[in-house]
T-cell receptor, first 114, second 114 residues
Framework: DGGITQSPKYLFRKEGQNVTLSCEQN?????MYWYRQDPGQGLRLIYY???????QKGDIAEGYSVSREKKESFPLTVTSAQKNPTAFYLC?????????????FGDGTRLSIL | QKEVEQNSGPLSVPEGAIASLNCTYS??????FFWYRQYSGKSPELIMS????GDKEDGRFTAQLNKASQYVSLLIRDSQPSDSATYLC??????????????FGKGTKLSVIP
């Protein structure tokens, strides 16, 4: 079945450590997105990419980095510079270039600090 | 700063009643609108999209759009306990050069009482 796979489901980070969250999609979507969700809050955009080897900062990119080497994959690295990383991280994808295309989400990764 | 506003709730309705969820948005240029349902601990799931003024019905769900008032709503008829979730309103906005981004509201928590 086509879909978006995020792994791991749960992740723990030690102080000073970088961690990488995986996102893979087989929907043949050009655009991919990373969001952060805090309890009781809406989704905030971290980074997005509309094409391989290109990506743009969202509203809260500080302390995060991404790469887009393959159309199917858009990993997110939470660096040690992100001082409050505990959140629910959601990856999404969509068809690019048309206004009316919704985004579809993976199951998410919960990141906590040890 | 483009904004999407929702009442956080909780909105409590008895089983079988109509639940009405509301959303306002700040960008007059917005052209496509989506409702996502998010169960506790899960990722958002697309349930409705609407692009033109008026009503759009899908089963027990009806989305209503009024672009002049910058208002979009979701009605859930014959509410069931399984409809208890947080409902996120999302507005697609042109961020330039053929790029579109979703701006999400913080969500309205709906509780359907048996």
């Amino acid at each position: 079945d086509g879909g978006i796979t995020q792994s791991p489901k749960y992740l723990f980070r030690k102080e000073g450590q970088n961690v990488t969250l995986s996102c893979e999609q087989n929907l043949n979507h050009d655009a991919m997105y990373w969001y952060r969700q805090d309890p009781g809050q809406g989704l905030r955009l971290i980074y997005y990419s509309q094409i391989v080897n290109d990506f743009q900062k969202g509203d809260i990119a500080e302390g995060y980095s991404v790469s887009r080497e393959k159309k199917e994959s858009f990993p997110l690295t939470v660096t040690s510079a992100q001082k409050n990383p505990t959140a629910f991280y959601l990856c999404a994808s969509s068809i690019v270039g048309t206004l009316n295309q919704p985004q579809h989400f993976g199951d998410g990764t919960r990141l906590s600090i040890l | 700063q483009k904004e999407v506003e929702q009442n956080s709730g909780p909105l409590s309705v008895p089983e079988g009643a109509i639940a009405s969820l509301n959303c306002t948005y700040s960008d007059r240029g917005s052209q496509s609108f989506f409702w996502y349902r998010q169960y506790s601990g899960k990722s958002p799931e697309l349930i409705m999209s609407i692009y033109s003024n008026g009503d759009k019905e899908d089963g027990r769900f009806t989305a209503q759009l009024n672009k002049a008032s910058q208002y979009v709503s979701l009605l859930i008829r014959d509410s069931q306990p399984s409809d208890s979730a947080t409902y996120l309103c999302a507005v697609n906005e042109n961020s330039g050069a053929g790029s579109y981004q979703l701006t999400f509201g913080k969500g309205t928590k709906l509780s359907v009482i048996p």
